[in-house]
């Protein structure tokens, strides 16, 4: 069996030998690689070799492409694969297609070489390590036909680097001690949900109660006393020999958006529920209790109010909140009446803010930014504030043949100018981003000019005076439009948060156990929200991203990771913890 330590200490030329297939004939990569050596890790090792690709420029880089087989091609219907290509399209059943599936997959491969001038290339083993289905495999080549060919080459050679990942842990024989099981916990979750063809787990569904009964019982398993609490979130905890100590606060959300992904939120409680475990399985206890918490509420589905579970956590939870109705009409203390939860006991959930040490929360990046840089992993600087608004508009309706363009009172076009406005105000201007998410004409008619349109207005920045400052100009802008045009607007502000600054000790500390599993430690902002916005009222934050895949989309059935990514940070968080001063 082929070690590290074996590969840091060989002649070159062995070296190269030995990870000559991780890359399909190219030993060009290895060679380059090999002058880096020692690696401190196979991280280090994986990022070595990645940053020889980078650094040979495109025309190498088209050739490694071009080395690649096509998948359920010639060369594999002759037995021509390499024994690594093999195996991996066999994993799949691509030497298993039926007749009309290789007339797909041969008119995509000619179609996609016809594109982009290099073969399509995927591993084919999915995210948890299993093999795709081939029906996932041609859905997936359909999509990225669609892609532009530099946005495709980029993507093509993340790929790559994918499938050198899987063959060196073969090569290596890793055994992931954490992702494995992170991903499979995720599965299992995913599966429970308010709709039948998609993931959606609004507050207090059955599928939410489900899930939540599902983690408390997990966080028992794995060593913890737990408990779901009056708003719902789940809590273990994993308690330090001496009952004087503090508390770490560790976790995110278990609720989603519609349709949403499976590892949005749910990976920041997974992943230190699979650390406990560990600790516990080795009789090793921390020297500050820790908590694991899955906070019931964070995305505002059902009842439009976001950070419910956080906000219970730091004594904000707002009580008038309780009689918000969801769209069939049942309130938000009726729902949580159903699911057998106390609302008298709200107020006690809040913490003190003196026990604390502070909360720490792992989440997928929901973003392109480490995925472009190829890094599993980011430390956050800072969590963007944020300012929502819903607007209703009113102009007149009227018939669309007889009205002149002169005389229209266009409720529609007054925000299709809206919406241009907040591009173009947001466009830019650094980390502020500006967002029209909802826009709908009701009533709409072909032949009727709209007399009303609702929108939504999201505006984010990371200064809370850039973002101040941009919602004042659009809303200003707003109101010239209406005027202009003759139409009414109500504006009612939804949200209103301001920019959450991580903590430099603890930002310190999360950067240096990235740095010794291998890594450099990435900083980059959050521009979406988080739990850990919330509980910086009562206490220090931290965040540590992971790598989103499928270029980046979140809050969307297409988000992916991978159970290496998973496995790597909670190396990291697990390092964390036992450093932490």
């Not at 990870?19 to 090999?34: D, K, N, T, V």
């Not at 099981?181 to 039948?196: F, K, L, Q, R």
Request: charged residues 20%; hydrophobic residues 50%; glycine residues 8%.
């Amino acid at each position: 069996m082929t070690t590290l330590s074996d590969l840091n200490a060989c002649d070159p030329l062995i070296f190269v030998a030995t990870l000559r297939g991780m890359y399909e004939h190219s030993p060009w990569i290895p060679a380059a690689a090999a002058a880096l050596r020692p690696f401190t890790s196979i991280a280090a090792l994986k990022q070595a070799l990645q940053a020889a690709v980078y650094a040979g420029g495109e025309d190498q880089q088209l050739a490694l492409l071009r080395a690649h087989p096509e998948l359920a091609g010639k060369a594999a219907i002759a037995g021509e694969l390499t024994a690594e290509s093999t195996c991996e399209q066999a994993a799949s059943g691509l030497n298993l297609c039926s007749a009309e599936e290789y007339a797909q997959l041969h008119a995509l491969n000619s179609a996609y070489n016809a594109r982009f001038g290099f073969p399509f290339i995927l591993a084919v083993k999915g995210p948890t390590g299993a093999g795709l289905t081939r029906q996932a495999i041609i859905e997936t080549f359909a999509r990225r036909l669609k892609n532009q060919r530099g946005d495709e080459l980029a993507e093509a050679l993340r790929q790559v680097h994918r499938i050198a990942e899987i063959r060196l842990n073969d090569l290596l024989n890793v055994r992931l001690a954490f992702g494995p099981a992170i991903m499979d916990w995720a599965e299992t979750i995913a599966g429970w949900s308010d709709a039948a063809d998609n993931l959606t787990c609004a507050y207090m569904t059955p599928a939410h109660v489900r899930t939540a009964q599902q983690l408390r019982d997990w966080m028992e398993n794995a060593g913890m006393v737990a408990h779901i609490d009056a708003v719902g979130n789940v809590v273990g905890r994993y308690a330090a020999a001496d009952p004087a100590a503090k508390t770490l606060i560790t976790g995110s959300h278990y609720d989603t958006v519609r349709d949403g992904g499976k590892y949005d939120g749910r990976l920041g409680i997974l992943l230190p529920l699979a650390i406990v475990r560990f600790l516990h399985g080795r009789g090793e206890r921390l020297p500050y209790h820790l908590e694991v918490v899955g906070f019931a509420e964070e995305e505002g589905v059902r009842f439009r109010s976001t950070f419910l579970g956080s906000n219970a956590l730091t004594g904000r939870f707002d009580l008038t909140q309780l009689d918000q109705v969801d769209a069939d009409g049942v309130a938000m203390r009726d729902a949580l009446a159903g699911a057998g939860h106390d609302v008298a006991a709200i107020a006690a959930i809040a913490r003190d803010p003196a026990t604390l040490l502070g909360f720490v929360e792992v989440h997928i990046e929901q973003g392109p930014v480490l995925l472009e840089r190829g890094l599993p992993l980011g430390v956050v600087t800072a969590i963007a504030g944020s300012s929502r608004f819903l607007v209703a508009l009113t102009g007149l309706a009227s018939h669309a043949g007889t009205t002149p363009m002169s005389m229209r009172k266009d409720a529609a076009a007054a925000a299709a100018e809206i919406v241009l406005l907040v591009e173009a105000r947001c466009s830019g201007r650094g980390a502020l981003v500006g967002t029209v998410g909802q826009l709908q004409v009701p009533n709409g008619s072909v032949n009727v000019i709209p007399g009303a349109c609702h929108l939504s207005l999201d505006i984010r920045a990371a200064d809370d005076v850039a973002r101040l400052e941009a919602v004042a100009d659009i809303l200003a802008g707003l109101d010239a439009i209406c005027a202009r045009r003759q139409v009414e607007a109500a504006v009612q502000k939804v949200v209103e948060a301001s920019a959450a600054p991580c903590a430099p000790r603890l930002m310190a500390q999360l950067g240096d156990a990235v740095e010794r599993a291998g890594l450099p430690s990435y900083e980059l902002l959050s521009g979406a929200g988080h739990d850990a916005m919330a509980m910086s009222a009562i206490t220090d934050v931290a965040m540590l991203f992971t790598r989103c895949g499928n270029g980046g989309i979140s809050h969307n059935r297409l988000e992916t990771m991978t159970a290496d990514d998973a496995d790597i940070a909670a190396v990291v968080l697990l390092d964390f913890f036992r450093g932490l001063r």
